[in-house]
């Protein structure tokens, strides 16, 4: 199966959207720091939180909790307090455990009616 789509004309659509998600990612974190009113230049944004990202992707603690904020605060140390830094983290996690939490809600919802 995986080697039908490497092999098929899907694999330029394909890899198409993933940059485009990947786009979409380092807006959304790029919104994060302008939210937090980042004063420095756009292009470290750009450059370290997708390698911010992949360190949060090592298997240290749980769904990377501590290890992408650690990474985000080192990266930026020369355009960014910690603190804004540690915001953007806080951030970046609060993406994944709302929408969950609403799941959580609905789940309920739903099992009440079932």
Sequence with gaps: F????????????LSTLAL?????????FYCFFMA??????????????????FVGLIPITVAGIGTRDLALIAFFAPWAPAELAAGVGLLSHLRYLLPGLLGGFAVHWYLKRV
């Design 36 to 53: 937090l009113d980042y004063q420095g230049p756009w292009a470290p944004v750009l450059a370290y939180v997708p390698a911010a990202i």
């Design 2 to 13: 995986v080697w039908e789509i490497f092999s098929s004309s899907r694999i330029v659509p």
């Design 20 to 28: 485009i998600l990947w786009l979409l990612h380092v807006l959304q």
